[in-house]
């Protein structure tokens, strides 16, 4: 099957330190793709490269490709702002704009592309919640801010927004590292459910975690993508020594 | 939504973006203009009739030539003196007292009372020290101005004092206390000697801050045209013989006023680049 | 072995470290007692005024030192007036300004710029009110208010002759004034929105603007507001620059061009000469005018702190 995204000789650096090194991997559609390795790796830094983020820092700068549906987002003349509509990100931390309601919030992505006919609006806010399983709790609720709802709530309301613009590809950066466990089950759970719609590619530090929901793992260190295969594969009989160390825990 | 309609709404939010970035940097830029203008024409009026005499000649009578504001530069270190003996201290216990003992309720309120009295207009603290002491005295006097200018420094030494002092970690507080000193002795000879340099340029600054005070000294100092042998006369003082110059009709004052700005200017703003250059280059915890 | 010999303390430890305690909560509590002085002070010199024409003062417009006839409307008008048009002067520039250093400014220039702000706070008033008569009055006189009247003339607020000093002079200097007080909290204020919100707003397709709107400002908007009343504070007490920008005219008038007078300058102006009822009239001025500034600081610093 053909990639939906694929990192092409990938490098990104702060200023002069090499934080992402010759990165090559492919993320096959529908499918949840995990990242994985010790703190500091640069498995951050290249999921935020896959949405131009990387380059909003000062200093920072990217070099090789990046190419979603087949065209290179890093290609001169591409605008950062069109691609990020196409990629959708959430975060460590569960951010939803506090100023505004969980209405507001949802469907943030659509009024920033225009769309204000309210009906419209209406539909996708539900579906998008209904996806991110947590319409049935808010949908009395709506226009209570968004701070009134807890951490993982929030946190699946951020993945509602993301979604509702409908973009192909969802980044997770290490979405449940700050919820408790019956919050971050909920949303392993979601993210299973969601790879039927979109294609996931997800950050984290839970090598759990990564066995448990992903279909592709690739393990980062220092920098380098040292291997990039099946889940079951790598955690079972991974090729790379450095690999293998990691996943049975020899050091974090 | 087709493509064709997204493109054309992104060229209109990419021109709003533009624009308001460029109208977030003019206003950057229009918010420090003036200061260069003041600058300028302090400078540019002042430097063509700036010489030494300034310094220790007295004011002499419209017509004659010469002549300086020494009495008025000589005035206002008096009172900055008389401000700071009292001033300094009291408002460096304050400091204590609300960066070591400032947890309570009490305390917080102490805080924000603190903090809402840094804000008092000074033509009313000038008015308060009319009346405690420049009324049953019967005379204006520059031991009342120099007190006037206290009651302004206090509070804003309190306070920065308070944040200097609670800049100390905690730890280093514990290992006093776990050597056996006293809370108070902690307190004296590790906190405070610690951050002696950061508390002196807080000092600093409030003594920069008072020195360009003209509304409190109307009501207590006054002015005078002469020297002023003792603290219970009028006395002159650099802010208020530039105002008194500067809404003169004479162009031989006006000049001198302008000199008077260069001075107080060049003064206060060489404390704060000082402090500045300070705390970049020399304090590195 | 060495043994460490224990020096019996002469008198207790505790009692130094509570004198020491009581010494400087005493300081700070005497502090706050000269705060109350303050108050109680000018009450004290105002009240015979106050007994000889009641509160209703405020509301009249009636200044004369001659007939000892007292109403101090006319400098509330101008103190009320000379404030607001500060504020709205200065704040749109400082949070723009604000916005632009801690959103967009880069290293070297974030430290230059935020510098030279932090400098226009130094300045002391008298020098900005010298700075006024001799540079900003002609100027307004010749060419800004002659351009204001044929621009926005139609309004009554542009009409008149241009005097140069009055109350858009005053307005105007004190913009200048309180811009690096709305400008640095503003600024302090955008810096604590945590980074994520910014990139929230960008993962989802928004422009640099629209991540700085929904991201920063949206949610900073109770701060931002502080931070103006702190600033409207702070133009309602300014004297010296005032005084000397005001035109010291004691009546009401709607037009900006026209003279007139602040509760802080009439005090400025007054104070030295005035005797016996006068005197007490003015120290209500000043009593009016501590009531107020302090409320609107009250007011400012309950906003700030509940926001922070």
């Not at chain 2, 408002?91 to 008092?120: C, H, P, Q, W």
């Not at chain 3, 008149?160 to 302090?188: D, Q």
């Not at chain 3, 810096?191 to 920063?216: D, F, N, Y």
Request: a positive charge.
């Amino acid at each position: 099957m053909k990639a939906i995204l694929k990192t092409e000789r990938l490098n990104a650096f702060f200023e002069s330190f090499h934080a992402v090194r010759d990165v090559n991997l492919e993320v096959t559609p529908n499918s949840v793709y995990a990242l994985i390795g010790p703190s500091g790796c640069g498995k951050s830094t290249l999921l935020r490269t896959m949405n131009r983020l990387h380059e909003e820092t000062a200093g920072a700068s990217v070099q090789g490709k990046v190419i979603l549906e087949g065209k290179n987002i890093y290609d001169a003349g591409v605008d950062p702002v069109a691609i990020r509509r196409r990629i959708g990100m959430v975060f460590q931390k569960p951010n939803p704009f506090p100023s505004m309601s969980i209405f507001d919030n949802t469907i943030v992505g659509l009024k920033l592309a225009g769309i204000r006919k309210l009906s419209l609006l209406n539909e996708v806010a539900e579906r998008s919640l209904k996806r991110s399983a947590l319409w049935d709790e808010v949908k009395d609720k709506l226009k209570e801010p968004s701070t009134s709802l807890s951490g993982g709530q929030q946190q699946r309301l951020c993945i509602a927004r993301a979604l509702a613009i409908e973009p192909p590809v969802l980044l997770m950066d290490e979405p449940t590292s700050a919820l408790d466990p019956i919050s971050t089950a909920r949303i392993e759970e979601l993210v299973t459910e969601l790879k039927k719609l979109v294609t996931v590619v997800i950050v984290t530090h839970n090598m759990q975690q990564a066995s448990r929901i992903s279909d592709s793992t690739g393990f980062m260190y220092l920098g380098e993508l040292v291997e990039s295969d099946k889940t079951s594969k790598i955690f079972t009989n991974p090729h790379d020594e450095r690999t293998e160390r990691y996943v049975t825990g020899r050091y974090g | 939504m087709s493509v064709i309609q997204l493109n054309l709404r992104d060229r209109r939010r990419k021109i709003i973006d533009r624009l308001m970035l460029l109208l977030l940097v003019m206003s950057a830029f229009f918010a420090v203009i003036p200061l260069l203008f003041v600058f300028y024409y302090v400078m540019s009026k002042a430097l063509p009739h700036i010489n030494l005499e300034f310094f220790y000649q007295l004011p002499v009578p419209v017509g004659e030539s010469g002549g300086g504001m020494g009495n008025a530069v000589m005035g206002t270190m008096k009172l900055l003196g008389i401000a700071s003996i009292v001033g300094i201290p009291w408002g460096i216990f304050i400091g204590i007292y609300l960066s070591e003992y400032g947890k309570s309720k009490t305390a917080n309120a102490v805080r924000f009372f603190t903090d809402l009295f840094t804000s008092v207009p000074s033509i009313i603290i000038g008015l308060f020290v009319y009346g405690l002491i420049v009324k049953p005295m019967g005379s204006f006097s520059g031991i009342a101005g120099g007190l006037s200018l206290a009651v302004i420094m206090i509070p804003i030494i309190g306070r920065s004092t308070e944040e200097i002092l609670k800049l100390t970690p905690i730890h280093i507080r514990e290992a006093g206390l776990a050597l056996g000193l006293s809370r108070r002795k902690v307190i004296i000879q590790i906190v405070l000697r610690g951050s002696a340099s950061a508390v002196f340029t807080g000092v600093l600054l409030a003594i920069a801050r008072a020195s360009g005070e003209t509304a409190p000294l109307l009501f207590t100092a006054l002015n005078n045209s002469f020297w002023s042998n003792s603290l219970l006369e009028p006395m002159a003082s650099l802010p208020v013989q530039i105002f008194t110059y500067a809404v003169s009709p004479f162009e031989e004052w006006q000049n001198q006023a302008w000199v008077g700005a260069f001075v107080l200017v060049f003064f206060v703003f060489g404390v704060n680049l000082l402090v500045r250059i300070w705390f970049n280059f020399g304090v590195k915890r | 072995m060495r043994y460490v010999i224990i020096v019996a303390r002469k008198y207790d430890v505790r009692t130094g470290d509570r004198l020491f305690q009581l010494f400087v909560a005493s300081a700070a509590f005497a502090g706050l007692g000269l705060l109350a002085a303050c108050f109680y002070e000018i009450y004290t010199l105002s009240k015979p005024a106050l007994e000889a024409f009641g509160f209703g003062l405020i509301f009249k417009n009636a200044w004369d030192p001659i007939q000892n006839e007292y109403g101090i409307l006319a400098f509330v008008y101008g103190t009320v007036v000379t404030s607001f048009l500060a504020v709205m002067i200065a704040t749109p520039i400082s949070v723009a300004a604000a916005a632009f250093l801690s959103e967009l400014a880069p290293y070297y220039l974030k430290k230059s710029v935020a510098f030279l702000i932090e400098m226009l706070a130094a300045i002391p008033s008298v020098v900005y009110g010298l700075w006024g008569i001799f540079v900003l009055a002609p100027f307004l006189r010749t060419t800004g208010e002659p351009f204001l009247a044929n621009t926005l003339g139609f309004l009554p607020f542009f009409q008149g002759a241009p005097y140069g000093v009055g109350m858009l002079a005053a307005g105007l200097i004190l913009a200048i004034m309180i811009t690096p007080t709305i400008a640095s909290l503003t600024r302090e204020i955008f810096e604590t929105v945590p980074r994520s919100q910014r990139e929230a707003a960008l993962a989802l397709g928004a422009t640099r603007w629209e991540s700085i709107k929904l991201g920063v400002l949206k949610s900073a908007i109770p701060g931002i507001l502080g931070a103006v009343i702190l600033g409207l504070g702070r133009a309602l007490g300014e004297t010296m620059a005032v005084t000397m920008l005001i035109g010291n005219r004691n009546d009401i008038s709607i037009s900006l061009f026209d003279p007139a007078q602040t509760m802080a300058s009439v005090l400025a102006n007054e104070y030295n000469e005035a005797s016996g009822l006068h005197l007490s009239a003015l120290a209500s001025v000043g009593l009016a005018l501590f009531v107020v500034s302090f409320f609107t600081n009250v007011i400012a610093r309950l906003i700030v702190w509940r926001s922070r």
